[in-house]
């Protein structure tokens, strides 16, 4: 199974207050951007195991959200081992939420591949547990972010007479 997790993009941004817990209190409106995509795919295998491939590519894959929304459900919902490969394509540490897609992208294939048949609600709670903008990619629609970014309502907005582009400077 194959997919394509998209970027979102905040439209407005107030950081409020820190935290106790050592992050931010804020308002922003996430609106998902499908112009820059990371490709994962999943399927079973008879033990664990995680590829990432891509340039800006420098860390454990075990440690990668993609691994921990696989552990999560591994141990909450009993599901067998998968081999995942996910190509990274969204820039790393852009504030593009790349990282967080994958991992409620794959929350949302692993539901799908074992039929787990989970609501988004509680989707999105597995994915809140992961980052702070993980849960908005469950829904994958305009949405105002509160909180650290995981307290969600839906937005009605038309942004088809607008051409978003997102320029990443060549580095």
Known sequence: ???YPNVKLNLGLNVLRR??????DLETLFIPYPGICDELEIVPAAEFGIEIVGDMVDWDPRRDLTARAWELLHEE???????IR?????????????????????????DSMFS????????AEYAARLG???????????MVGE??????????????AYDIRVEIPAG
């Open 1 to 3: 199974m194959t997919t």
């Open 86 to 110: 996910l190509t990274k394509r969204a820039p790393v540490g852009a504030g593009l939420g790349g990282g967080s897609s994958d991992a409620a992208f794959t929350l949302r294939m692993l």
């Open 77 to 83: 919902c009993g599901i067998p081992a998968v081999s």
């Open 19 to 24: 935290r106790p817990d050592g992050f931010h």
């Open 132 to 142: 702070s903008d993980c849960a908005f990619f469950i829904y994958n629609r305009p």
């Open 116 to 123: 787990l048949g989970l609501p988004d609600a509680r989707l």
């Open 147 to 160: 909180g650290r970014g995981e307290v969600l309502t839906p937005f009605d907005i038309d942004l088809s």
